[in-house]
């Protein structure tokens, strides 16, 4: 694991531990395994489900995924146009 990411995770993890400061940090790992749906052992969880469980933790439930929310669309017909070339018309 890298420096930066090792620093993203201790701070995300330090927002999230704070909020049970009684949990052992195995107890932290394991709760945020359980809801991001890790069936397996613990020590197979990625560092990538980690970091991004511990990131949509702090996210408001209706909040996009991070990554997705560049390619949400409100007007579809518009998006298919675009990809086709074709310049949206301006609506009057």
């Known amino acids: 694991m890298q420096c930066h990411r090792i620093n993203e995770l201790l701070d995300l993890l330090n927002q999230s531990w704070q909020k049970t400061p009684d949990s052992s940090l195995m107890q932290v790992l394991i709760q945020i395994a359980d809801e ?19 990131k ?17 669309e409100d007007d579809f017909k518009a998006a298919i146009l675009r990809a086709r070339g074709i310049p949206p018309q301006q609506s009057s």
């Open 36 to 54: 991001a749906g890790h069936g397996q052992d613990i020590t197979t969880l990625s560092d990538d489900t980690l970091i991004y469980q511990l």
């Open 56 to 72: 949509m933790r702090l996210e408001d439930t209706d909040a996009p995924i991070p990554g997705l929310a560049k390619d949400c």
